[in-house]
């Protein structure tokens, strides 16, 4: 299964792609995950990538278009994968295109998870992610058992520094822009299934799964 999951940043693509890699058994591939751990470890990308980053912007096409087509090389890929937060852009989606076609694959489906303006900024501003293990939590919706602190590894429970309130307004923007162009080019493809992106998470889960499976 190849799948790309779209949506604004809170409508919850890294939460449901990991529900789907425990039901499907492929991996996720987030540029949003790869870019931090670059930044973090302080790699010649990384340190390019952060000032981008940290302003809510979107970081370069030609960056991005590399780190997939490396990453879809590798064998976990095989069997399929889910692609949350890449392709971005129209040229992203472009270059995607042309990869997958090089290796012989296309997409099977396009989910775009729909949630409010409103609604997205009280779920980003709300939003504390493991500094160890990168687990999500919320202060209203996850909260984890002990205030601050992960429930899985222990490690210390952080604000993301493009969580801050000035840098998701210009990330809800950004995503206005350039990415939401993308649902009409799914949708020409006759890839794109759309989904509520509000009530429970497994509600919203059960509903991905149904357009997956073809009966949603
Ligand atoms: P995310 O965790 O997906 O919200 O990504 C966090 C930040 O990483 C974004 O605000 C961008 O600065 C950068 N980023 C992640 N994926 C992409 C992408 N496909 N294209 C450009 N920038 C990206």
């Known amino acids: 299964m190849r799948l790309i999951l779209l949506g604004p940043p809170g409508a919850g693509k890294g939460t449901q792609a990991k529900k789907l890699v425990?039901?499907?058994?492929?991996?996720?591939i987030s540029t949003g995950d790869i870019l931090r751990e670059a930044v973090k470890?302080?790699?010649?990308?990384?340190l390019k990538a952060k000032a981008y980053m940290d302003k809510?912007?979107?970081?370069?096409d030609d960056i991005v278009v590399g780190?997939?087509?490396d990453r879809l090389q590798e064998s976990d890929c095989a069997k399929g994968y889910i692609l949350d937060g890449f392709p971005r852009t129209v040229p992203q989606a472009d270059a995607l295109k042309t990869a997958l076609h090089e290796m012989g694959q296309s997409i099977d489906r396009v989910v775009s998870i729909v949630v409010a303006n409103d609604e997205l900024i009280?779920?980003?501003t709300g939003r504390r992610t493991c500094k160890e293990c990168g687990a999500g939590f919320h202060i209203l919706y996850k909260k984890p058992k002990a205030e601050g602190i992960c429930d899985q590894c222990?490690?210390?429970?952080?604000?993301?520094?493009?969580d801050q309130e000035a840098t998701i307004q210009n990330r809800l923007t950004v995503?206005?822009?350039?990415?939401?162009?993308?649902?009409?080019?799914?949708?020409?493809?006759g890839a794109l299934k759309e989904v509520e992106g509000t009530g429970s998470i497994d509600e919203i889960f059960a509903h991905i799964c149904a357009v997956i499976e073809n009966h949603g």
């Open 154 to 162: 222990g490690g210390p429970l952080i604000q993301r520094d493009d």
């Open 122 to 124: 009280q779920r980003l």
């Open 67 to 69: 780190i997939i087509r």
């Open 22 to 28: 425990a039901k499907y058994s492929v991996p996720q």
């Open 41 to 46: 470890n302080r790699t010649p990308m990384g």
């Open 175 to 189: 995503y206005n822009q350039q990415t939401e162009p993308l649902i009409a080019y799914y949708r020409k493809d």
């Open 56 to 60: 809510g912007e979107l970081v370069t």
